[in-house]
């Protein structure tokens, strides 16, 4: 994924060499090239979705999500959520991996789909693609001041929250894209997922649910906007729901 601009020498912790962070550069060029020619592709069979696609696309290439800006208003939302910097990474899953993986995952007409730190919103048309109702919530205003147009256009709904407090109730796929997320933010979304009906389906990027009464479905490699990446899909069971000890 690509850092937040700005990230003080501190947060750059990830030891790239000069040589290392330029093919990751070029690389990610060709990745979006070629994600954007097959999300397209896909969307070509759901032509109703093209525009909003489009709008948000455009929307990415005038003001883009990968260089956020340090501000008073960044550093008061990252106070309130007791979060960092680094946790505002940014990246997301092209339309086809998602059509795909939701689909998978079992996402279709009568289901509703929750995507927990949702950015611009990309994510939410993969379900649209599927028939399934889809709400994203995001942390950043920036991010949802200037997708909210485009997702509504595509039946969704993108509002401004913390994921770690979202309303899970009535969500049948939660979906988390928490690569960059801290072990404690992840642990705080875990207690956040038991409060899932039991049968939930869970999808995690990067790293499974590591915590007991969730059991694992499938484990698939996938490509996202910076690279090859590993996804799992979980099931809340039904005997833990509420209970930590387990
Ligand atoms: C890697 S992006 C994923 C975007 C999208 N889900 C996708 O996969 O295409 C992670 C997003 O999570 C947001 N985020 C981080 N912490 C959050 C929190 N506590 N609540 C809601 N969103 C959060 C970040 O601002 C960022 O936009």
């Not at 389906?201 to 996202?224: C, D, M, N, Q």
């Amino acid at each position: 994924m690509t850092e937040p601009s700005s990230s003080p020498p501190e947060q750059d912790d990830y030891g790239m060499s000069l040589p290392a962070l330029v093919v990751l550069r070029i690389s990610i060029v060709f990745i979006e090239l070629f994600t954007r020619l097959f999300d397209i592709l896909v969307l070509l069979r759901r032509p109703r979705l093209l525009p909003p696609y489009l709008g948000l696309w455009l929307r990415e290439v005038r003001v883009s999500p990968y260089r956020l800006k340090r501000s008073f208003e960044t550093t008061r939302v990252l106070q309130a959520s007791g979060q960092i910097f680094k946790e505002l990474m940014y990246g997301e899953m092209p339309v086809h991996t998602g059509v795909w993986l939701f689909w998978k995952a079992g996402l279709g007409r009568g289901s509703r789909l929750v995507d927990l730190g949702a950015g611009r919103g990309r994510t939410l048309l993969a379900a649209r693609w599927l028939g399934a109702e889809a709400q994203g919530v995001e942390l950043m205003q920036h991010h949802v001041d200037l997708a909210r147009k485009s997702v509504e256009k595509a039946g969704a709904q993108l509002l401004v929250g913390d994921a770690t407090r979202a309303d899970l109730q009535d969500a049948t796929h939660v979906f988390t894209n928490w690569t960059a997320l801290t072990p404690q933010t992840r642990a705080r979304l875990v207690e956040r997922f038991r409060t899932c009906r039991p049968g939930t389906r869970i999808l995690t990027v990067t790293r499974p649910v590591e915590a007991p009464g969730f059991t694992v479905l499938s484990k698939h490699r996938l490509l996202f906007t910076w690279g090859l990446e590993h996804v799992w899909i979980q099931e809340v069971r039904d005997n833990v729901v509420g209970d930590t000890t387990k």
